[in-house]
Each structure stands twice: as C-alpha cells, then as structure tokens.
C-alpha cells in the first residue's frame, strides 16, 4: 500500500494557501491508497482498513469546511456514503466472528453465519459498485483535487491582517 500523505503545513502562508497545497495532495494520496488496497481483491473484512482510510478523510476536510463553499459538503456526503457503505460490511463482519467466538456450535451457529457471510460478501459488492461506478469514476479525482485547489479562500478570523491587528 501506498504511503499516507503527510502535510507540511506552513506557518507563514494563509490557511487557505496551505488548504489549496495540501490538501489536494491528501486526496490523491486517498485515492492511491484505496485503489491499491482494492486491487488486491481483499475480502470483506480487510475492507475495514479502508474506512478507516475514509474516516480520516473525512474529518480532515471537515476541518477546512470555512474555507470552502457548498462543493465541499458536496464532497463530505460523498465520503459519508462511502464509509457508511463500509461500515455496514465491517459491521456484518465483526458480527460475524463474535458469533463464532460467542455461540456454541450448533446449526443454528452455522446458519447464522452462513447468512452473515453472504450480507457481507452483498454489501461488499454495493460498496465496490458505488466505488467504481460512482466514487471513484473517470474524473472523479480530478474533480476533488480542482476543487480544493481552486476553491480554498481563508476565512476573516484566520486571515494574517485579523491575527496581526490582535484580533
């Protein structure tokens, strides 16, 4: 798997300017991340790493959310699908084992199981539709990372006259 971006934040520049540098880098290194870990075709469980992956995306944008307009949140809700369509695997697959770990074996065991197993393989296949189909279509990426770094404007009470008059 790819390296996670790390940001070299600088002090000296506005928010803004380091949001337009860095965080575009940060969502193609997302992108990178996630496609290789998909190429290796993992099963169900190992698609927890990715939402983990989403997760931290996630918030970290949230975080620059006053220097963006509305086509971040439009973003936001879309890595909001992803992860809620990983968490629903992860959740059938931490389910999963705890019913083998927390029931006796028994056929009833084996049949809950069975259909636990087969949720998660079918939510696994929903989230690798609307990864390929729609998250990470043809010019996908590149629609996030010209947005970031197009769009990034550094709000009043972050902007260097704000701080530098003492407010």
């Known amino acids: 798997m790819s390296k996670r971006h790390m940001a070299r934040w600088d002090a000296r520049a ?5 949001a337009r540098r860095e965080l575009p880098r940060l969502v193609a290194t997302y992108f990178a991340r996630v496609r290789a ?3 290796d075709h993992p099963p169900p469980a190992k698609l927890h790493a990715i939402r983990l992956e989403t997760k931290r995306l996630r918030y970290t944008l949230e975080l ?3 220097c963006y307009g509305p086509g971040l949140d439009t973003r936001l809700a879309a890595l909001r699908h ?3 369509l ?3 695997v992860n959740d059938c697959s931490t389910t999963e084992r705890y019913i083998g770990q927390a029931i006796e074996p028994s ?3 084996v049949r809950i199981s069975k259909f636990l197993t087969a949720r998660c393989a079918a939510q696994a296949q929903v989230f690798h539709a609307a990864w390929t189909s729609g998250f990470d279509a043809p010019g996908r990426e590149l629609w996030w990372t010209r947005y970031l770094t197009r769009h990034a404007r550094t709000p009043a009470r972050f902007s260097h006259s704000a701080s530098s008059r003492g407010a």
Request: proline residues 10%; aromatic residues 4%.
């Open 14 to 18: 506005a928010v803004a300017a380091n």
């Open 37 to 39: 870990l998909l190429a």
């Open 64 to 66: 620059f959310r006053p």
């Open 82 to 84: 992803i992860q809620q």
């Open 86 to 88: 990983l968490g629903e």
């Open 107 to 109: 056929p009833l065991r």
